[in-house]
């Protein structure tokens, strides 16, 4: 969902200036929205046309393609001029099942899923170059990474597993008792 919360316009700076650090970088944007073409339009302006690729919207098959073929999944969320803020992103959660680090912001939801350097990683909110610093960090100490995609993984399997989430949901409608009744 490319909506002005999601934070991409940092992602993009970011590799505006990885690229001019000398990195070789590709950043993938999957999903469509209201921001597409103001972030199509930056994309250009950056001059980062060949390292942007906007897939648009995509099927699951996809997503999971996707994140096999990643190094980083990158979801630098922000808080919108109105206060409004990502939940729980669903991005971050598939990355984390898969072993996929993250490097997010610590916003809205997100802090529930990830401890930075524990689960994931957090880079400054709205700050491009902190996310690019993140990133460079990561590439130059790679061997700690697998520890914290681990530790990820097992958070993931064990918190939100859905035959577990149902397991547990339906003994807490239990010990509600039989007169227990949703309004």
């Known amino acids: 969902r490319l909506v002005p919360i999601k934070g991409i316009e940092f992602a993009l700076r970011a590799v505006r200036q990885l690229t001019d650090s000398g990195v070789d970088v590709e950043y993938r944007v999957l999903g469509d929205g209201p921001a597409a073409a103001t972030l199509t339009e930056l994309t250009k302006s950056l001059g980062i046309e060949q390292r942007v690729v906007f897939e648009g919207r995509v099927d699951a098959r996809r997503v ?4 096999q073929g990643a190094d980083i999944l990158l979801a630098p969320s922000i808080t919108g001029p109105g206060g409004e803020q990502e939940g729980l992103p669903n991005s971050l959660k598939e990355a984390m099942a898969t072993g996929i680090p993250s490097i997010t912001t610590n916003t809205g939801g997100i802090p529930e899923l990830i401890e930075d350097g524990i689960t994931g990683y957090f880079a400054q909110e709205k700050d491009a170059a902190a996310i690019a610093a993140k990133i460079l960090e990561l590439v130059k100490d790679w061997g700690s ?25 339906e003994q807490i409608y239990r010990e509600l008792g039989p007169g227990f009744e949703l309004k």
Do not use: G
């Open 64 to 67: 999971r393609e996707a994140l």
């Open 145 to 169: 990474v697998a520890a914290v995609t681990e530790r990820a993984r097992r958070r993931i399997q064990s918190e939100y597993d859905q035959a577990k989430i149902s397991d547990d949901l």
